[in-house]
């Protein structure tokens, strides 16, 4: 199976899932201090790379004038169409297409954003390229991810790939920032910060296979007790098993 088919199979399987407050809080309690973040304007035209949903894409949509979102994923897209149209949203638009071959002319877009897509692609420095690509000169870039800490002990992303297989590997800031440079954007302003998720409803909303999910938490208590880090940083909060995971917004400029 090739990975963007892993993508699809993955993803399709999530689509009922992947927005759900009580399962993917996390997604969700941070999208406004994205939009913030990304600080669309009345007159962007903005682009959602690898949308999943399209939780970015309607956000954005209540202060832009118009939003393309784009996934590989059917299910996704159609999920995030629904709750686009329940919503009453009538300048957003959902498009098939895949991230590294953007289905566009160049200069199309002011706002061009990913979120949670550099750590699942296989060709992140091509998505980057695509994205400044489709951006008009001096318009904005924003990516938004899972990040490596630098020094971080253990491998996170053998964790994150037992949970869902599609998981790619995790860049770090500067990694991202230098691909980001070299694809043609100039640097803006990046933020950093810990996200620390419980473990439980993380593993139900990938649906991950109860033995796996078993396994999973089995190395992060034994991690608690001095086991081997495995890079997920497990923490108790009131006797729940839960983990960290950093993320980091980064803007730049089209030059």
Known sequence: MSHRDLIRREFARQAGTFEDSRLNDAFTRHLDRLVDF?????????????????????????????????????????????????????????????????????????????????????EPETVLAEMVRVCRPGGRLVVADLVRTPGLRGDPDRMERLRDPSHGAMRTVAE???????????????????VERPLRVWLDQSRTPADVGAGIEAELRAELDGGEPTGMRPLLVDGELWFTQTWSHITARAV
């Open 38 to 122: 990304a600080a669309p304007t009345a007159d962007d035209v903005c682009l959602d790379v690898a949308c999943g949903t399209g939780m970015v894409a309607r956000a954005l949509a209540g202060r832009a004038r118009h939003v393309t979102a784009l996934d590989l994923t059917p299910e996704m897209l159609a999920t995030g169409k629904a709750s686009a149209d329940a919503a009453h949203l009538r300048n957003v638009v959902f498009q098939e297409g895949d991230a590294a071959r953007l289905p566009f002319v160049g200069g199309s877009f002011s706002l061009v954003v990913t979120r949670f897509s550099m750590h699942q692609v296989t």
């Open 176 to 194: 991202i920032e230098q691909a980001m440079v070299v694809a043609g954007a100039a640097l803006v302003a990046s933020e950093v910060f810990e």
